[in-house]
Every structure is written in C-alpha cells, then in structure tokens.
C-alpha cells in the first residue's frame, strides 16, 4: 500500500477551497472524511496531484433549520447524524447514519462523501431521497441547488463538475403527520454494504388514515439509489391498510432494477418487497405518533 | 483424580505481554527496520494456468533504485513444500504458472515504490493454457493437467476401513446419507505475513518473520538457499494471528532470503492483504458424504465417508488434511466400524493448507447434522443419543486413537444445564432454534511433518547469577494466543517462585527446537518440555541448598518464592544470610524475614557451581496404528467440547442471528483460565464466521473476487452473542499438570451447532455453507417454508 505523491492543501474557507478546485479542477481530490478517498489513494485507483482538506471549512459542518427547512453541512458526520433528533419525519435518516460502517468509520464518514462516491448502496441515499433533500454545489462565485433525486448517475457517478464542491444538504419542511423508516438487509451488523435498503416516508391526511403523500426509495438494487415513484405514487390518496402497503411493496419489486451482481435479481426484488413493507409499516406508526 | 492445589497455575494471571500490547510497544515484523535495508517486491503471475515462454527483467535491473531482480534462472529450482512426500513447489516458476498469484520474479530497491515500478518493467510472455477451477472440471476427461508428477490432477487419495461397514450395515435398522459443502475460508488474521532477511559476511543468513514454526521455515530456507542449517536462524518477532495459514515457510520468506545474499543487505518484504489471500494456505473447499447406519435403540454401527477437497494449484498440507478430514471421525462417539475414502485435487488457484480444526471442521459439521436427523428419526433427543454413544476415559477408537483423558460426557452436561436445553428444546416460538453438537481434537501431532526422531520441544532455562531472576528460552511460537505466558506459568509453578520472577524469551531457533504452533500441540507438548528443564534446574539448587544448609534434599521444596522444608529439621541459614546481605550491600530489596528465599537459594547454587542452566525436552511416544496415514491424527492426548447455540431465523428474507452461545471445553487443566476462555470466544467467532459469512470467490478466469477484509467478511464484535464458557478439567495423565489443547478443538462444534439450532428454527436442512440470506431463504422457499 503505497499512494502516489501528492500536495496536501488545507483551505480554510469554502471560498479558499473553490479558488483551489477552481486551480486545479480534475486533478485535485476533495477530503472529507477519507474513508472512501484513502482507500482509493491507497489502491492508486487515482491519483490526484492535490488532496483537499475540508476539515477547517466549518461553513458546511454541522446542523441546522429555519422556516423553510433543515440545511445539513455536507462535512457532516454520520455519526453526528445518527445522534440528531430529526423527528417522526426524518427518522429514516437517522436510522440510516447509525448504520454506516461501523462505530469507527461513522466518527469520521460525512453525509456529503456519501453521496458525493454515488455508490448504489450508500445508505444515506434513499432517507435524503425520501425527504426530497436538495443539494447545493459550489464552485467559484457561483453555485446551484439540485434535487438528489436528480443528482445520481450511474455506480460512483454523479453530476457534479470537477470544481464543484458539495456544501449543503437542504431538507424541505415535510407536513406533520409525516413518518419515516430505513430498512437495511446485510449478512453482518457492522461494516456491511446493503444487499438492500430501503427508506419510506408516509404523510398522514388529518384523518390519520389516509396517506396524503408516500416515498419510497431503494438502495443496492439499481445502478443509482432511486426513488419507486410509481409505488410512492400509488398509495396517495389510498387507506394506511397492510392490504395497500403490501400492493405497494410489489410495485416497488417491480421498480427495482437489481442487477444480479452479488445476490441473484430474483432474491433482491423479493427482499425489495419484504424491506418495502416493513419500512412503510414502520413509517406509517412514525407518521401516526 | 482429585484435583491439585497450584500457586501460578489453574488462575487468571495477566499475560506476560499485555502491557507491550496494550500500550503498543510490541514489535511486529514489518515494525522492525535495520540500518541500509532494501525493499523487496514479488511479481506474480496474472493468469491462471500459463507457459512461460520468456521473461526478461533486464529494463528492470536498469530502474535506478534496484538492487536486485531475481528468477528461477538464479535461485534455482529446488522443490519444497510441506510434506517431504509432496514437494510440489519451487520459489519460482520457471515453465509454468498454476494459478493467478503464483511467483515468478523478485525485486530488491532501495524503497518500495521503485520495487513495484520495477516489477512492472519486468517482461514475461505467456501461452494461456486452459484452467481447472472446480473440482468436476479438474477430474474430468481430458481436463488440463496442473503436474505431470500427479496425473488425473489428484494431489492425494486417502482410502481406509477400520471394522467391517458394509456388515455392519446388515445389522443396523436405519442408514442415513446426508452430505455437506463448506467454501474455501481464510484464516482472517490482523497482520498480514512480513520477514526481513538479512545476510552476515560469516554466511550466516538471519530472518526475522512472522510464522508459527520458525523450526520448519529453518529447515525449508536452508533447503532453497543451500546454506547449512546451523547457519540459518529464524527469529520470531510478536505475530498478530495465523489459525494455520502461517504453518510453512512462504515465498516471502525464501524471497528475502534470496535478495538477502545476492545483495548483503537487509531486505524486508511484507504481503498486501490481497497477497496474504493469494498466499492462501487456509481452509480447504471439502464436499462430504456420509452414510451413518445405527440400530433403533440410538447405537451408532457404522459410517461410509467420503470426501473431496479442492486443494488448489499446489499441495501445501494437503495430505495431512485429507487424513484428518477422515481420521477425526473416530472419536467422540463409540464407532466401531469406518470406511473414508477422500481425494485431494488440484485446481487453478492458491494452494489451501491448514486452518484451526485442521481438516476436521466441515467433516464435524456434517456428522453432527447427522447425529440429530437420526434422533429425530428415534424421537430421541439429540443431547440423549450423542450421550449412549459417548466414549468416555481409556476407549480406544477404532482408528487406534487412545482417549487417555476424555471429559466429553462433563462437558455435555454442562452445556446442557447452563443453556437450560430442556426448557428451550421444541419449546422455541417459531423462527427460534436451538442445536448442539460436539467435537474433538488433538493435543499436538504425534510426529513431526518429517519423519524424524527430532524431540518436538526442547527448553533451557538459566537463573540469573544473583539469583533474582529466570529466563526461559524456548523456540514456541507466541502468536497472540498466549504460549508464552503458558510456559513462564508452568516455569514458575514447577520452580515454586512467582510468575513475576520468570522471563521467557522465545521464538528463535537459537533457543531451542520447537516444532511451533500448529496442531495444537504447544501447552501439551512445549509445556511439557518447559516443565522438565525447570524440574532441572530446581534439582541443581535444591541440591547445593541441602549441601550448604546440610539437609536431605528429599525434604526441601521451594513454594512461591521460598524454601519450604518438611520434616522437623529447622533450616539453618543465618550466616548465609548474612553474607548474602553483606555481598549486596546497599541493593534494594534485600531478603529478610525467617524463611530463605530462593533468590538466596539459586546465589548459593551459582557460587557453588557457576551459572545454573538447566534444559528440558519432550517427545511423545510412540503412538496409534500402524495402518497407512496412522500418523494423522495419533496424539498423546485429545481435547473435548460441546456447545448450545441458539439462533433467530428470518423466514422472510433468510437472514440468521445468533443469539447465544454455550460452550464446554475438556481442557484437561486450565493453565490459565482467562486463557482458555479467551481460545474458546475466538474459536466460536472463526467458526460462526464460516458458518454465516465466510467465502473466498473467484471469477471465472481464477481471479480472486474478495481480495479484502470488507468483501471477506469475518464476524464483527457485533455479530457475536454473548458466550457461556464453561471450562471442564479432565485431568490429562499425558500431559503438563495434566492440561492438554484448547486452542482448535473448540471450533469444532461451532457450525453444526448453528445448522442443528436452523434446523430446528425452521426444520429445514441446509447442506451448503456460508448460511447467507439468499441461500436460506432459497432453502426455506425451496421446502415451502419461508415466510
């Protein structure tokens, strides 16, 4: 394990470090947490001439809200996400931080390395996708916010340029009566990439029956973390029955596009299914709270 | 027998080494760099099954940087391999590689990023040969042959009936076929294998590696390198883990050596994680078969076993594991009639070897399935039947393996009790299961892996001249399990001082011959040795002391610390202790007190005689049958263990949890018990790994698919439950204190526990480990039983 030369810049501002990316676009690395990067210096899968730290960037660590929603620093760690109290809504979230990795690899890994490697199973994805998270892309003198939903583009690749760097994690206030669930399957309890998660998120009519808007997102089953729209859809306007959940999670099967790699299609539709319907049974008692 | 009073022994001592190991202090190999060293780099082939038509390392040797480039053309091609029977291996390949990894070339430079860069300037052009990666393809018709020497691709054929089976079965109301398939497993240590060779002007060649068996590498060195043994020491720095992958001397090792000499410098070489699986030389792929006939009262007749192992592209241990994989069936159960026949073959991948259970692990799991479908059969419970038919303290099995200690029925009450098995048993809720099984193994092989009248341990011990303290100096292999503070516990034990009194330096074949750690043979064995050398020296003192203090060295003793006289004859020393005072006048911690210490015992022996020194040795005698392969699996003694595991099964997506664990282990005498436990706890997570996680993949062209520990996956602390470990002490008459091995058998009953208790979740067989999601849930759909 030996790692090209590289220099090492540790900007101190977000402006200071879209000057640097700005310098030196593709051939420049952004370091947040390193648990991805290191492992890819290390293998000399690539090799940038900079590495740039963002650990003095403090603009975009950290939690916080106000009227319009809650902004997440990207440099944000899973662990301090998995501590956060997102309420009934934004449990999933949380539920998912807290199984990134293992303890160590959460103290360091960030929300906005999680999206920025766009692994297919990146167990943030679907909870961010479920709450209609935006991003905010930086770069120098400009920047711009758009949907996750429209950011993945295929294993490890996004729609950020080389100069960008991402900032913000913006999640719209959701209605009350929302609720939401992150369901993982993997063979161990720590250290372990989904065979498939899926995140849920359920918004009550004031009856308390009726779903007035539903989400639903997979991840590990499809090139990209994706939104079933069609099942998220189809339980709008609909009764909080198992009968419609259920009808749900077979849509949701159906939207799936496993691709057989390291459990057969036909196991990860089925297990799409089942995580399907114990996340929408989860986030509708989240919801009704 | 009743049990004996012990000062040191039979506690919870801390390990000698925990505070260099707590604080970070200790020194691994890869930690240790000498003055002027080199960097050495292996270039492997990246196909698997090739000729080599040519290679040329000449832009190579031109790299500024680059010391040395070495070939088959000059270290030669001397075969080796780890049984004499077997040598199937030469350093490099010369004509032809046999799997992706095998080694063709080394590099010496003065930093590591020049010695890669050097490899890839080395040119080797290659005719692809088909490749053989499944064992129906190996022993097809005209499937690609690997060795000209082994046709039809068999690397070995084991075939042995002890009894009459086929008789047998005539007489038995039920025969039962059931069989099983493991995957091919790794050994998942910490620290990947690392060496640094150095070579003197005098000839001398020194390696400083991270093995279990200094002694083996010794003589494998020394074979390849042509340099007279005596010439060649092994050194043994602090090893994070082997499990059996580190049992033979490695290409790294020869490697080194080589760039050593050619260069006159040190060299150091270290394994990339990816290599250390390339390396391989753990558990083998086994596909077991077994027809067990019994009679309608539980009583087991017979067993027809057969097996193949997927042993890779060379043989490794190979011919000791497919004895193994049928000769540890003998025991725990009174089986009086047994018929193996098991076939190692050769396939386009990294050899496999020995890994903790040493070819008895997949075997166990499939016979202990079996036991309980036959109970089941019976409707007797399966605790019920394994008891009718256990042996118990002097049977013989019927492959002439002497049960000279045997706590199995202890160790299967125990687990029985503590798990509360008769509340839990078909009492479960759905989707909950709990299973039991059991297992045996050796105490260390009866012979060494050469034929040889070699004693198996030897051991010196020389008190320091002021008598304050011992040292111990022994060639064991201290891999983190514990070895050295096992023998510094039976050093001050046998001596009568306190454990801290005693300080043991191990691991170098200066010290002593030690055939390391493997087979689990170092407590019983190792120990052995260490307690003869420390009777030895107790001897030399005790005799001055009686001269001097004129006493009868029948009634002197020491005991932690101090002389201890029987009888009613007081002991007279108050001159020497005066003189003792007055000699070390102004040392801190001068003796008083009435009793005479043994550091004032041990001064009085040196003036007296010069430096004491005493040695020990050990061997075990002849021992088992004396049909072919008798030698595998013939022990002085064997360790027992039975274990309780219970499991939550998902029937919707598959997935399993073990939620207990309760283990029972015949140890024989717990040298040191936080020890034992500490053996136990790893054998049950290696075991529920490969059970639940574990498997090295290829692709289709034999290229590894799970080069790390994130695609590999051993259990995590989380994985693993909570663990009852009981300790049983049967007393073993052969062995140390009569304490005998801990450290392999308690694996053995780990994966057919979990299968019985899946089972019995779901009452679903699954005959194909690792038991991941999908294949359970195929299982359970397969049986209409999924959710």
Request: proline fraction near 4%.
């Amino acid at each position: 394990m030996i790692m090209q030369k590289f220099d090492y810049q540790a900007p101190a501002d977000l402006k200071e470090a879209c000057q640097i990316m700005a310098n030196y676009g593709d051939k420049a690395k952004l370091l947040a947490g390193g648990t991805d990067l290191l492992i890819a210096l290390k293998k000399n899968r690539i090799s940038p001439s900079q590495v740039v730290a963002l650990d003095q960037v403090d603009e975009i660590k950290g939690l916080w809200s106000d009227d319009d929603g809650i902004y997440l620093g990207a440099r944000t760690t899973a662990a301090e996400i998995a501590d956060s109290d997102f309420g009934a809504a934004g449990q999933a979230l949380a539920e998912a931080a807290a199984q990134v990795g293992s303890p160590l690899v959460r103290n360091l890994a960030t929300v906005g390395g999680n999206l920025v490697t766009a692994m297919p199973a990146a167990d943030m994805a679907p909870p961010l996708l479920v709450m209609q998270a935006g991003v905010v892309l930086e770069k120098l003198g400009d920047n711009r916010e758009i949907a996750l939903d429209d950011f993945f583009v295929g294993p490890g690749e996004q729609v950020m340029l080389p100069e960008e760097i991402m900032s913000l994690i913006f999640l719209p206030e959701l209605p009350s009566g929302s609720g939401s669930a992150f369901e993982k399957l993997g063979v161990r309890k720590a250290l372990e990439r989904s065979i498939v998660s899926v995140a849920a998120l359920i918004t009550l009519a004031d009856d308390g029956k009726t779903i007035q808007e539903a989400r639903i997102a997979l991840g590990a089953v499809a090139p990209t973390p994706m939104l079933a729209a069609t099942a998220g859809a189809g339980l709008c306007g609909k009764k909080a029955t198992k009968k419609n959940f259920s009808a749900a999670a077979k849509t949701t099967a159906q939207e799936a596009r496993p691709r057989g790699l390291r459990t057969s299609a036909v196991y990860s539709r089925l297990m799409v299914e089942q995580l399907t319907m114990r996340a929408l049974t989860r986030a509708y008692a989240a919801a009704s709270r | 027998m009743p049990k004996k009073q012990f000062d040191v022994l039979n506690t919870r001592a801390p390990r000698v080494d925990a505070a260099i190991k707590a604080t970070g202090q200790a020194q691994y190999a890869d930690d240790l760099n000498r003055t002027g060293q080199l960097y050495g780099a292996i270039l492997q082939s990246p196909l698997a099954h090739a000729k080599i038509i040519s290679i040329d390392t000449s832009r190579a040797e031109r790299l500024p940087g680059v010391k040395a480039v070495i070939t088959a053309k000059d270290v030669g091609l001397t075969p080796y391999g780890v049984s004499p029977a077997r040598y199937d291996e030469t350093l490099f390949a010369s004509e032809r590689v046999r799997y992706i990894g095998d080694e063709i070339a080394a590099v010496a430079a003065t930093d590591l990023a020049t010695a890669r860069q050097a490899l890839e300037l080395i040119k080797v052009e290659y005719e692809e040969l088909p490749v053989v990666l499944t064992m129906d393809d190996a022993v097809a018709d005209n499937a690609p042959q690997l060795h000209d020497d082994y046709p039809g691709n068999i690397s070995a054929e084991v075939h042995q009936e002890f009894g009459d089976v086929a008789a047998a079965f005539k007489e038995c109301d039920f025969i039962h076929t059931h069989s099983l398939t493991n995957k091919r497993q790794d050994g998942g240590f910490i620290e990947p294998h690392a060496c640094v060779a150095e070579y003197d002007h005098d000839g001398r060649l020194t390696l400083y590696t991270s093995t279990q068996v200094a002694h083996y590498v010794q003589r494998t060195v020394a074979m390849v390198t042509g340099i007279p043994i005596g010439r060649v020491r092994i050194v043994r720095p602090c090893v994070g883990g082997g499990f059996g992958p580190k049992c033979e001397a490695t290409p790294l090792e020869m490697s080194a050596s080589f760039l050593a000499i050619k260069t006159g410098c040190p060299v150091k070489l270290t394994y990339s994680r990816e290599q250390v699986f390339l390396h391989s030389r753990a558990r083998h792929q086994f596909f077991h078969e077994m027809t067990t006939g019994f009679k309608k009262d539980g009583t087991i007749m017979a067993l027809d076993h057969t097996c193949r192992l997927d042993g890779g592209a060379y043989s490794s241990f190979g011919i000791a594991t497919v004895y193994y994989a049928g000769s540890l069936l003998g025991a725990p159960y009174r089986l009086p009639n047994m018929k193996y026949d098991g076939t190692r073959i050769y396939t386009n991948k990294p050899a496999c070897g020995a890994q903790r259970g040493h070819g008895g692990v997949a075997a166990r799991a499939c016979f202990e399935q079996q036991l309980d479908i036959i109970a089941e059969e019976l409707k007797i419970d399966p605790i019920k039947l394994r008891m009718m038919n256990m042996m118990e303290t002097g049977d013989t099995t019927c492959n002439a393996l002497d049960m000279s200690s045997l706590g199995m029925k202890e160790c299967v009450e125990a687990v029985k009790k503590s798990s509360k098995w008769q509340k839990k048993k078909g009492k479960l809720p759905d989707g909950k299961g709990i299973g039991m099984a059991c297992g045996f193994f050796v105490s260390g092989a009866g012979y060494p892996i050469y034929r040889s009248d070699t004693f198996h341990s030897t051991a010196e011990i020389k008190v320091a001249e002021d008598g304050g303290t011992v040292i111990l100096r022994s060639g064991i292999a201290e891999i983190g399990q514990g070895a050295d503070t096992m023998v510094a516990m039976i050093t001050a034990e046998t001596l009568g001082i306190p454990l801290s009194d005693v300080r043991v330096d191990s691991g170098d074949t200066d010290y002593s011959v030690d055939l390391g750690a493997y087979s689990s043979r170092q407590t019983l064995m190792s120990g052995h040795a260490t307690k003869d050398a420390a009777e030895n020296v107790k001897a030399q003192i005790l005799e001055v002391v009686a001269d001097k203090l004129n006493m009868d060295v029948k009634n002197l003793d020491f005991k932690n610390g101090f002389v201890k006289v029987k009888g009613r004859k007081k002991l007279d020393f108050a001159k020497f202790r005066d003189y003792y005072r007055k000699e070390h006048r102004g040392w801190p911690n001068l003796p008083e007190g009435d009793e005479l210490s043994f550091t004032e015992a041990a001064r009085m022996a040196y003036l007296e005689k010069g430096t004491i020194v005493g040695t020990g040795k050990y061997k075990p005698p002849i021992l088992g049958g004396k049909f072919k392969g008798a030698a595998v699996g013939t022990s002085p003694a064997y360790g027992g263990s039975a274990q309780v595991v219970e499991v939550t099964v998902d029937r919707a997506t598959g997935k399993i949890t073990v939620d207990d664990m309760t283990d029972a282990h015949d140890c024989g005498l717990a040298i040191n018990k936080t020890m034992v436990e500490g053996q136990m706890q790893g054998s049950l997570s290696m075991g529920l790994g490969e059970a639940l996680f574990e498997e090295v993949k290829f692709d289709e062209k034999g290229a590894l698919m799970t080069p790390s520990l994130g695609e590999y996956r051993i259990a995590t602390a989380l994985d693993m439950p909570n663990i009852d470990t009981l300790i049983i002490e049967s007393g073993e008459p052969n062995g140390p204190f009569g304490a005998k091995e801990v450290g392999e058998g308690a694996i053995m009953p780990t994966i057919p526990a979990i299968l019985n208790a899946v089972y019995d979740a779901t009452g679903v067989r699954i005959t194909e480990l690792p038991l991941t999601p999908e294949r359970v849930l195929l299982a359970l759909k397969e049986a209409g039983k999924n959710a």
